[in-house]
């Protein structure tokens, strides 16, 4: 063999010892494998720090490494169920109380994240679990938690599109988080019909046709432009 095949040779089989050395963490944790894993929340980390993309990539393999390794509990049938009544009423009350209801749509999130076993500490350790496991939908959770402090604060400020398009995001979330895992589901706990199972569905019903009417506003702002508003209807306020 030439000395150039020998060098081709050499580099090939460096390479592949590389391949094999590097720690698994740090591969997971490439630029284009951070980029793919969180998807939209690594675009709003890089904004958060100011478009330095390195500081953005530090913070985001730091959640990895923390928080990769962890197991969210199941919630047994009777807890979801529970759950999504809960959320149905929220919902509901989003009609005549949107400020109200983001608000209580935040503390149902953070009890649902908590009985799921993610972090019990911070508002933003919990956020850091959920980017890594979530990442899609976190932000819904993010956007609530502020829109309720600062309802809390007494700063207000938040219009009825706003809180609107929070509740949507969090609600996507919320059915990631209450979606039923291999086993959580037992022959008895199964309901029975026209038991409580029946009416916590009624109620899913109900808080689905809620959500509907949510969504239709923002859907007609997207088709007539977000510098239009229809006088004739009265848009101003809440959902109808």
């Known amino acids: ?9 050499l580099a090939v089989l460096a390479a592949v010892v590389l391949a094999f050395a590097l720690p698994r963490p740090l591969l997971r944790t490439s630029r284009g494998n951070l980029r793919r ?8 980390t890089v904004r ?22 962890l197991h969210p509990l199941p ?8 759950y999504q009544v809960r959320w149905s009423e929220v919902q509901q009350r989003f009609v005549e109380r949107p400020d109200v209801a983001v608000a ?3 503390h149902l999130l953070t009890q649902l994240v908590h009985d799921r076993g993610y972090p019990a500490g911070a508002h933003e350790q919990q956020v850091a679990a959920l980017s890594v496991h979530h ?10 938690h502020a829109l309720a402090g600062r309802a809390h604060g007494g700063t207000g400020g938040a219009g009825t599109e706003e809180l609107r398009g929070a509740m949507i995001e969090a609600r996507e979330l ?11 589901e037992t022959r008895e706990d199964r309901p029975h019909p026209g038991g409580d199972g029946h009416r916590a569905r009624h109620r899913e019903g109900r808080g689905t046709a809620v959500l509907e009417r949510l969504r239709a506003p923002l859907h007609r702002a997207g088709r007539e432009g977000a510098h239009r508003r229809d006088t004739r209807t009265g848009t101003e306020g809440g959902p109808r």
């Open 1 to 9: 063999m030439s000395v150039l095949e020998w060098i081709i040779v």
């Open 37 to 44: 894993r969180f998807g939209p929340e690594y675009d709003r």
């Open 48 to 69: 958060r720090h100011d478009g330095d993309e390195k500081a953005a990539r530090k913070e985001l393999a730091d959640r990895v490494r923390h928080h990769d390794r």
């Open 75 to 82: 919630l047994s049938p009777a807890d979801r169920r529970r």
């Open 104 to 106: 209580e749509a935040d």
């Open 135 to 144: 990442p899609e939908h976190v932000d819904g959770y993010r956007r609530v």
């Open 174 to 184: 919320f059915d990631e988080l209450v979606e039923p895992q291999p086993g959580d």
